[in-house]
């Protein structure tokens, strides 16, 4: 059994490396994406959003749960590795070739000839990551992210310039896919030469069994997930114009940058942990708690904040002509608040080897969503329409997903409202304060959003303080040996 102070210290390090990676990579991106957004038009972004659920699905598909599989097994052989490469290698060959005859289909649904070759480029990517999978989940059962930091920055930097002297070349869109595929070729590469494995000439039957009999509810899941996820790029590119997805994408990609990233930097060093006490209850129960909190603490203010000061902040990074984002951007930052405390309800699941509930789980809650986002295109209710149904699916799945949670570890629905709820109440008052004062400044934009975010701050944290907030006091005592580790 590893002693606490070693649990302890493991998690610390890999905060605080995944949150250096969080800044720098995301930082990175956001930029690029800003300089991007002002150099081309929304139309050549909804040209692009109208291909990701394809290769969004196909990248599921051919990691095929065997990630989580792997990092969750305890002693993972070469074999194994070996097994899940050349598995992984094939799939993505052979959908690779599906999705290059499947592109005149594709481009005929959508209306947009531009397509067929978008496509069929674009898709190699999903085999150039596949040959990645293997070091990025040896480096996260190692819970090592200084190196995955490292080389998603590098990879970030080199495709920007890329991507940014195309877009000054004119290449329009051409140079969101090609920023895209070196991001994939340089992260591909970097990951296999700093890693230094290199498979085995084997390829173990019983391998397979054991790892795709835990992982192939995890990869139905997946795909589940991930097609819901960007159903609304397939329905507003079918439904509406190039240029109104182009608004919708930006907004979504924009508002995720908080929600979803620093979710996945969360989840990504607490499931390698967590899976290490899996059989501990109490000190697990307790874990799993601890770390709900503390993504409440400093998710919901964050989304409910940029909601507040959606205008000023589009106006700014974006310019006038993405205005008619922001609608789509507050309304998606209030449906990501409960993104973070989703995620690790079916985290828990995974944690504890119950791949069936999880499997159970996403098939209950995208009924439920098929069922809202079908009354919202009936009643014809817009972009508007679709984005409420997400944030009302939201809250069902909180419920769901902590009724099936708390079998495995005994935290339920009531227990995680009665912890969740000051923090929540009090980021709406922040965010109302915020507007508010928004609204009746009369200063240029930047200005306006500086004192925006400095009032919400001191707000919220003069509120949690007075209320007694546990988790204020967990992030002060956390930032000390975080700076610690990122100084030297």
């Given at each position: 059994?590893?002693?606490?102070?070693?649990?302890?210290?493991?998690?610390?390090?890999?905060?605080?490396?995944?949150?250096?990676?969080?800044?720098?990579?995301?930082?990175?991106?956001?930029?690029?994406?800003?300089?991007?957004?002002?150099?081309?038009?929304?139309?050549?972004?909804?040209?692009?959003?109208?291909?990701?659920?394809?290769?969004a699905?196909?990248?599921?598909?051919?990691?095929?749960?065997?990630?989580?599989?792997?990092?969750?097994?305890?002693?993972?052989?070469q074999?194994?590795?070996?097994?899940?490469?050349?598995?992984?290698?094939?799939?993505?060959?052979?959908?690779?070739?599906?999705?290059?005859?499947?592109?005149?289909?594709?481009?005929?649904f959508f209306?947009?000839?531009?397509?067929?070759?978008?496509?069929?480029?674009?898709?190699?990517?999903?085999?150039?990551?596949?040959?990645?999978?293997i070091?990025?989940?040896?480096?996260?059962?190692?819970?090592?992210?200084?190196?995955?930091?490292?080389?998603?920055?590098?990879?970030?930097?080199?495709?920007?310039?890329?991507?940014?002297?195309?877009?000054?070349?004119?290449?329009?869109?051409?140079?969101?896919?090609?920023?895209q595929?070196s991001?994939?070729?340089?992260?591909?590469?970097?990951?296999?030469?700093?890693?230094?494995?290199?498979?085995?000439?084997?390829?173990?039957?019983?391998?397979?069994?054991?790892?795709?009999?835990?992982?192939?509810?995890?990869?139905?899941?997946?795909?589940?997930?991930?097609?819901?996820?960007?159903?609304?790029?397939?329905?507003?590119?079918?439904?509406?114009?190039?240029?109104?997805?182009g608004?919708?994408t930006?907004?979504?990609?924009?508002?995720?940058?908080?929600?979803?990233?620093?979710?996945?930097?969360?989840?990504?060093?607490?499931?390698?942990?967590?899976?290490?006490?899996?059989?501990?209850?109490?000190?697990?129960?307790?874990?799993?708690?601890?770390?709900?909190?503390?993504?409440?603490?400093?998710?919901?203010?964050m989304?409910?904040?940029?909601?507040?000061?959606?205008?000023?902040?589009?106006?700014?990074?974006?310019?006038?002509?993405?205005?008619?984002?922001?609608?789509?951007?507050?309304?998606?930052?209030?449906?990501?608040?409960?993104?973070?405390?989703?995620?690790?309800d079916?985290?828990?699941?995974?944690?504890?080897?119950?791949?069936?509930?999880?499997?159970?789980?996403?098939i209950?809650n995208?009924?439920s969503?098929?069922?809202?986002?079908?009354?919202?295109?009936?009643?014809?209710?817009?972009?508007?329409?679709?984005?409420?149904?997400?944030i009302?699916?939201?809250?069902?799945?909180?419920?769901?997903?902590?009724?099936?949670?708390?079998?495995?570890?005994?935290?339920?629905?009531?227990?995680?409202?009665?912890?969740?709820?000051?923090v929540?109440?009090?980021?709406?008052?922040?965010?109302?304060?915020?507007?508010?004062?928004?609204?009746?400044?009369?200063?240029?934009?930047?200005?306006?959003?500086?004192?925006?975010?400095?009032?919400?701050?001191?707000?919220?944290?003069?509120?949690?303080?007075?209320?007694k907030?546990?988790?204020?006091?967990t992030?002060?005592?956390l930032?000390?040996?975080?700076?610690?580790?990122?100084?030297?």
């Amino acid at each position: 059994m590893e002693p606490q102070p070693s649990l302890k210290k493991k998690t610390i390090g890999g905060l605080a490396w995944s949150f250096g990676d969080l800044v720098g990579n995301q930082g990175i991106q956001f930029l690029i994406q800003i300089i991007l957004a002002r150099m081309l038009l929304p139309e050549h972004f909804g040209l692009i959003g109208m291909i990701l659920v394809f290769i969004a699905l196909c990248n599921s598909l051919v990691d095929s749960g065997f990630t989580q599989a792997l990092i969750r097994e305890r002693n993972a052989s070469q074999a194994d590795y070996s097994t899940v490469f050349y598995f992984n290698l094939l799939i993505s060959v052979m959908i690779y070739g599906i999705l290059y005859a499947a592109a005149p289909v594709i481009s005929s649904f959508f209306g947009e000839p531009q397509l067929v070759s978008l496509v069929r480029v674009l898709s190699i990517g999903i085999v150039i990551n596949s040959l990645a999978i293997i070091p990025k989940a040896m480096f996260a059962k190692e819970v090592n992210f200084k190196a995955q930091a490292a080389i998603n920055l590098s990879a970030s930097i080199i495709s920007g310039v890329i991507a940014i002297g195309l877009a000054i070349a004119g290449y329009g869109v051409w140079s969101l896919v090609l920023r895209q595929l070196s991001l994939n070729a340089i992260q591909s590469l970097l990951f296999v030469f700093t890693k230094k494995w290199i498979p085995s000439l084997v390829f173990s039957v019983a391998s397979f069994k054991r790892l795709f009999g835990f992982g192939w509810k995890l990869l139905v899941s997946g795909l589940i997930d991930t097609f819901y996820t960007n159903v609304y790029f397939l329905i507003i590119g079918r439904q509406y114009s190039a240029a109104q997805l182009g608004f919708y994408t930006n907004a979504s990609r924009f508002s995720e940058i908080v929600s979803q990233n620093l979710a996945a930097t969360i989840l990504r060093v607490t499931y390698p942990v967590l899976s290490s006490i899996q059989n501990e209850h109490e000190r697990l129960k307790q874990s799993y708690k601890n770390i709900t909190k503390l993504a409440a603490f400093l998710i919901f203010p964050m989304m409910v904040g940029m909601a507040a000061v959606g205008e000023p902040l589009v106006l700014l990074v974006f310019g006038e002509k993405w205005l008619p984002m922001v609608p789509y951007f507050q309304l998606l930052s209030i449906a990501g608040m409960l993104y973070p405390i989703l995620a690790l309800d079916l985290s828990i699941l995974q944690v504890k080897g119950r791949s069936d509930l999880y499997l159970q789980l996403e098939i209950i809650n995208k009924i439920s969503l098929t069922i809202l986002l079908a009354l919202a295109v009936w009643l014809e209710l817009g972009v508007i329409g679709l984005i409420a149904a997400a944030i009302l699916n939201t809250y069902l799945e909180f419920f769901v997903n902590s009724h099936f949670s708390k079998r495995e570890v005994a935290y339920p629905a009531t227990e995680k409202v009665k912890d969740l709820l000051p923090v929540y109440l009090m980021s709406f008052v922040m965010g109302t304060v915020v507007w508010a004062l928004g609204a009746l400044l009369e200063t240029g934009i930047l200005i306006q959003l500086l004192l925006q975010v400095a009032a919400g701050i001191m707000l919220y944290i003069a509120a949690c303080w007075i209320a007694k907030v546990a988790e204020l006091k967990t992030v002060y005592g956390l930032l000390l040996p975080i700076l610690k580790k990122i100084k030297p």
